[in-house]
């Protein structure tokens, strides 16, 4: 589909031939068209490329929560061997896939993308340490990225911090969050599950 946008702009931009008789104004009239025919191809192929990219992240996200499931514990050491070895592939793939949408800032911009990653760097530096409270930052930290009225306080200082970056850098600090609190919560069912089986042990021995 973004290939056939692509061509379609093409073959708009193909059709802009010039006449002799054009005025310099006409003709200056057919360049700015030729551009702005441009810069719609320029804004689907960044989209597409945008899109590639949140695909990618996807993937390598899947593969993530597939290798940490509790599920890959509950299989033979054969089973898992091979299954970790295809997930290992498939990660190495995914890597290989190198898609950078560039961004441009300005001076602002750029100290306040510095601003935002480092604070959600720092909470997750302290994830190990503290998942509950960590989970609690992260939640307000995206509370500060939604236009919807957000289930928790927000991060006043935080929310002022994003709305001084670029849109596109908005988006991706709201997916990177996005990412962190479903893998907190992946690791929590882990944990859930893992504390449920060592509860049940006593009693499938036989024990009281």
Do not use: Y
């Not at 054009?22 to 030729?34: E, F, H, P, T, V």
């Not at 190495?92 to 961004?103: A, F, K, M, Y």
């Amino acid at each position: 589909m973004a290939q056939a946008k692509i061509q379609a702009k093409i073959n708009d931009v193909s059709s802009g031939k010039f006449n002799r008789s054009m005025s310099m104004a006409d003709r200056a009239g057919q360049l700015l068209s030729n551009l702005d025919q441009l810069e719609l191809r320029v804004e689907a192929l960044r989209e597409t490329a945008s899109a590639m990219e949140q695909e990618r992240e996807c993937i390598l996200e899947m593969i993530q929560s597939l290798q940490n499931s509790q599920e890959m514990h509950n299989i033979s050491a054969g089973e898992k061997e091979e299954l970790t070895l295809t997930a290992d592939r498939l990660m190495g793939r995914t890597l290989s896939v190198e898609i950078n949408v560039g961004t441009i800032r300005s001076g602002q911009q750029e100290e306040a993308l510095r601003q935002a990653t480092s604070i959600i760097d720092e909470i997750v530096k302290k994830l190990l340490v503290d998942m509950t409270e960590s989970k609690q930052r992260l939640l307000a930290l995206h509370s500060a990225c939604v236009t919807e009225a957000p289930p928790v306080p927000i991060d006043q200082k935080f929310q002022a911090i994003v709305i001084s970056c670029a849109l596109e850098d908005q988006k991706k600090i709201k997916r990177r969050l996005e990412t962190l609190l479903r893998n907190v919560g992946n690791a929590e069912k882990n944990i859930k599950i893992m504390d449920h089986q060592k509860l049940e042990e006593p009693k499938t021995n036989g024990s009281q």
